[in-house]
């Protein structure tokens, strides 16, 4: 299937298969040639991109429903450190792309990431979960209602997925959903930020909202969906330890970081 839609595009473009260099050993669903680059995809995630295609601005140039061809953005900012001013454009944008009439599934508040992170606690005999469990069920995760407005998310919004270059440019759209706007921002604030950050930029990202949100919803969905993506970035360490991906001091480093994160729920 993935050498079939790789002809397809080498013959698309008057491209060779030697001209292909994969960008991820592991899977090999990415792929580099001249100033493309190919992602082989399945027709979900086709179908999203279909839908977002005349609303939201995005570096694609050939879709078909196992191959997505995208114009080469250079480097992401994957590892950086964000100014403030950079900062505030990534949440313009998400503001922009909050606004666009799409057609999504709405994201499910389902705790899945608390069932994947009790799974691999359990696995590697780590004891996070007393904290979590406390958290979710305080906030009772499972069974909140959304207050603020059901918007277009991005869903995966780390700096991996997000370049600048002359302007802000966002990739890798396959989680879009509609959900909470604080869904994309509480995910963003994951990479390197401090507790002043965050709560700097919970603050900032209330005023730049285009409509009025009243202030004790708009807090407790950010602390909320603070709390998911932090235990989804739990996960995401875990399995980078567990898989051989990355060593014990790195992946205690970070999920000590992560947990410090989390005592903003009890401010």
């Not at 780590?126 to 959304?146: S, W």
């Not at 991005?154 to 959903?177: C, K, M, P, T, V």
């Amino acid at each position: 299937m993935g050498r079939q839609a790789l002809l397809t595009v080498a013959h698309q473009f008057q491209l060779k298969l030697e001209d292909f260099k994969p960008l991820d050993q592991r899977t090999h669903q990415l792929y580099r040639a001249g100033h493309l680059v190919i992602k082989l995809i399945d027709k979900t995630e086709a179908d999203i991109y279909r839908k977002l295609g005349d609303s939201i601005e995005l570096p694609v140039v050939y879709l078909d429903n196992d191959v997505m061809v995208m114009k080469d953005l250079g480097e992401s900012l994957a590892g950086r450190h964000l100014t403030e001013e950079q900062t505030k454009r990534i949440i313009q944008k998400l503001i922009r792309i909050q606004r666009a009439p799409v057609e999504v599934p709405v994201y499910p508040l389902d705790e899945i990431e608390r069932t994947w992170l009790r799974d691999l606690c359990d696995e590697l005999n780590i004891d996070l979960m007393t904290t979590i469990d406390r958290y979710y069920d305080e906030m009772q995760v499972k069974h909140y209602q959304l207050k603020l407005p059901l918007v277009l998310t991005h869903g995966d919004l780390h700096r991996g997925n997000i370049f600048d270059r002359s302007h802000i440019q966002l990739i890798d759209w396959e989680r879009a959903a509609l959900s909470s706007p604080v869904r994309d921002i509480t995910m963003l604030l994951q990479d390197f930020a401090t507790i002043e950050e965050i709560n700097y930029y919970r603050d900032a990202f209330h005023q730049m909202m285009p409509y009025e949100m009243n202030q004790t919803d708009y807090t407790t969905e950010f602390s909320l969906f603070l709390l998911v993506n932090t235990v989804k970035m739990l996960v995401w360490e875990l399995s980078k330890y567990q898989q051989g991906m990355q060593n014990q001091d790195e992946t205690k480093r970070e999920v000590n970081r992560k947990m410090d994160i989390l005592k903003l729920l009890e401010t």
